[in-house]
């Protein structure tokens, strides 16, 4: 188990990294380029992921409650399970996503494109998802 709660990598290149059952609690990872990381089961809580790349990155069952992601990059993630619960992910690319059995209580996705997403089995109770593109997701 990897411990890097609350220290700034924002910038950082981590492409195809394993952080998966890492402690990021609280982590800057903004505007960082985490494509195709392994993230299963990583607590990010809190952490702070605006503007980052997370294209084809594996975050089944990571911890992501009261994250930030604004306007972060998560097309084709692959996010079963995961845990959003007031997680911000205004303005988030989320196209073609598997967000299925996600927990996104009170998660903001205004303006986020879910086209095409997996949003089976999603508990989205009290998602703020004004102006949300939902074309053919599921």
């Not at 992921?49 to 975050?59: G, Q, R, S, V, W």
């Not at 996600?102 to 205004?110: D, E, G, I, N, Y």
């Amino acid at each position: 188990n990897r411990d890097l709660r609350n220290i700034d990598l924002s910038r950082a290149n981590l492409r195809n990294a394993n952080l998966s059952n890492a402690n990021l609690k609280g982590i800057d990872l903004s505007h960082s380029d985490l494509t195709g990381a392994t993230m299963y089961c990583t607590n990010l809580e809190g952490a702070h992921l605006d503007n980052a790349t997370l294209e084809d990155t594996n975050l089944e069952n990571a911890h992501l409650v009261r994250a930030t992601l604004i306007r972060a990059n998560l097309k084709r993630a692959r996010m079963s399970g995961v845990n959003l619960n007031q997680a911000d992910l205004r303005d988030a690319d989320l196209k073609h996503a598997d967000l299925s059995s996600a927990q996104m209580r009170r998660t903001r996705l205004s303006s986020a494109d879910l086209s095409h997403a997996n949003l089976e089995q999603a508990n989205l109770r009290q998602a703020r998802i004004r102006q949300a593109k939902l074309q053919d997701t599921k």
